[in-house]
T-cell receptor, first 114, second 115 residues
C-alpha cells in the first residue's frame, strides 16, 4: 500500500498570504490528523477529520482550518500567514474505526514564511 | 502546558551501547504510549507502543519500560547502531470524545550513535 502523501513538499510564502496544504491518506484510512512541528514547540496537534467531519481540534487560532473530502483526502489552510507559522506540517492517517490505532505519518510539507 | 516531558534533549552513545530516553506524563487519562522515530526529511514512524497494564514490552533491540505509579516510561535501545541515529519522540494518547483519540508528544530526543 502506498503511504501517506503530502503536497507540496516545500513552500515559501510571505507574511499575510494564505496557503493550502494537501494530504492523501493511506487507502482505506478514514481519519486524518494534522500536526505542526517546530524546533521550539515540537509536534503539536492541529485537528483531526473523520468522514468529512472535524472530530477534534487543538489550540491553534482560527487562521488554521481544514477540511476532508469524501475520498478521505484532506486539506489544511492557513490564512494571513505570520513568521511564526514557519514549520513542518505533518499529516497522519489511521483507520480509527474505534479504539486506539497507529497513526501513519506523511513526510510533511515544510513551510517557510518570509 | 506541556503534558509529556521528555529527556534528554540530545544523546550521544557509542556503537554497541545502550541508549535510554525518559518520558513523564501528568494526565492519568492517557492510556496508550507510543514511541516514534524520525529521520531527517521524513515523517515520524511508529517504533513501539505500550499500554499501562503492561510494565515492559520488547521488540528486537527496543524495549519500553513503564511505571504507572510514577507516571513515567522509557525507551531503551540495546546494542545501539549508527543507523539508529534519529530523533525519538515519546507520545501519550487519550480519548478526547466523539470517537477521537488525541496524541500528545514529548519534545523529542536527538540520538547520535558514533562508531
Amino acid at each position: 500500500k502506498a503511504g501517506v502523501t503530502q503536497t507540496p513538499r516545500y513552500l515559501i510564502k510571505t507574511r499575510g498570504q494564505q496557503v493550502t496544504l494537501s494530504c492523501s491518506p493511506i487507502s482505506g484510512h478514514r481519519s486524518v490528523s494534522w500536526y505542526q512541528q517546530t524546533p521550539g514547540q515540537g509536534l503539536q496537534f492541529l485537528f483531526e477529520y473523520f468522514s468529512e467531519t472535524q472530530r477534534n481540534k487543538g489550540n491553534f487560532p482560527g487562521r488554521f482550518s481544514g477540511r476532508q473530502f469524501s475520498n478521505s483526502r484532506s486539506e489544511m489552510n492557513v490564512s494571513t500567514l505570520e513568521l511564526g507559522d514557519s514549520a513542518l506540517y505533518l499529516c497522519a492517517s489511521s483507520l480509527m474505526d474505534g479504539g486506539q490505532e497507529t497513526q501513519y505519518f506523511g513526510p510533511g510539507t515544510r513551510l517557510l514564511v518570509l | 502546558q506541556q503534558q509529556v516531558k521528555q529527556s534528554p534533549q540530545s544523546l550521544i552513545v557509542q556503537k554497541g551501547g545502550i541508549s535510554i530516553i525518559n518520558c513523564a506524563y501528568e494526565n492519568t487519562a492517557f492510556d496508550y504510549f507510543p514511541w516514534y522515530q524520525q529521520f531527517p526529511g521524513k515523517g515520524p514512524a511508529l517504533l513501539i507502543a505500550i499500554r499501562p497494564d503492561v510494565s515492559e514490552k520488547k521488540e528486537g533491540r527496543f524495549t519500553i519500560s513503564f511505571n504507572k505509579s510514577a507516571k513515567q516510561f522509557s525507551l531503551h535501545i540495546m546494542d545501539s547502531q549508527p543507523g539508529d541515529s534519529a530523533t525519538y519522540f515519546c507520545a501519550a494518547s487519550m480519548y478526547s470524545g466523539a470517537g477521537s483519540y488525541q496524541l500528545t508528544f514529548g519534545k523529542g530526543t536527538k540520538l547520535s550513535v558514533i562508531p
